[in-house]
């Protein structure tokens, strides 16, 4: 399983950017989807996820101002960013929680990580 992430990028302070992150290979089925970023010098946090049946979850810091989706036909998670901060500025990860095909047995799969760099 392969999970392949892009839409990373510099944008200023109040602009908006909008990750994918398509997952490929043996899958069966995936549970929850979403992601996470670590900033220079920070753990790595959960910025939001999403599970199969649409329920959604945010850190405190994004909510109002990210959205998350997926598309379950093309097993790919989006992350709609507005009202981007400087302090958004981090390594955006994302992951997947993937039963393979002929498995009922759920494993994360990350993504290579996109860079997002917000300048105020």
């Known amino acids: 399983v392969q999970l392949q992430a892009s839409g990373g990028g510099l944008v200023q302070a109040g602009g908006s950017l909008r990750l994918s992150c398509a997952a490929s290979g043996s899958i069966s089925s995936i549970n929850d989807m979403g992601w996470y970023r670590q900033a220079p010098g920070k753990q790595r946090e959960l910025v939001a996820l999403i599970f199969s049946g649409g329920v959604t979850n945010y850190a405190d810091s994004v909510k109002g101002r990210f959205t998350i989706s997926r598309d379950n036909a093309k097993n790919t998670v989006y992350l709609q960013m507005n009202s981007l901060k400087s302090e958004d500025t981090a390594v955006y990860y994302c992951?997947?929680?993937?039963?393979?095909?002929?498995?009922?047995?759920?494993?994360?799969?990350w993504g290579q990580g996109t860079l997002v760099t917000v300048s105020s």
């Open positions: 992951y997947a929680n993937v039963a393979r095909e002929y498995t009922t047995y759920y494993r994360v799969h």
